[in-house]
């Protein structure tokens, strides 16, 4: 239905065809400069890595995602230096006890 799409194409009936965004995502890339390895497909890695650091649940991002098997949505979730830092090592909370 149109409100299941998240870009409506000029005509208002139908999405916007993916190589519309793919060859938006080209030319602004080519126009800034960028690694020529980002792709439509990096913004969905970014998302779901940004997600998973603000602390949504992954079974979330995987229903966010339009993922049937958490296995496809684990291989988005990267495990960042900013995620890393907020784990507790348990010997943490042996040191705070002595």
Not at 21 to 49: P, V
Request: positive net charge; aromatic residues 6%.
């Amino acid at each position: 239905s149109l409100d299941n799409w998240l870009f409506r194409g000029q005509d208002h009936n139908k999405h916007i065809n993916v190589k519309t965004i793919k060859n938006t995502i080209i030319r602004l890339r080519n126009k800034l400069g960028l690694d020529t390895n980002i792709s439509a497909h990096t913004l969905r890695h970014c998302f779901a890595t940004h997600a998973l650091e603000d602390g949504v649940d992954p079974v979330i991002i995987q229903q966010l995602l339009g993922h049937k098997n958490f296995n496809t949505t684990a291989k988005y979730l990267h495990m960042t230096s900013k995620s890393l830092m907020g784990v507790k090592s348990p010997l943490d909370t042996y040191s705070s006890k002595k």
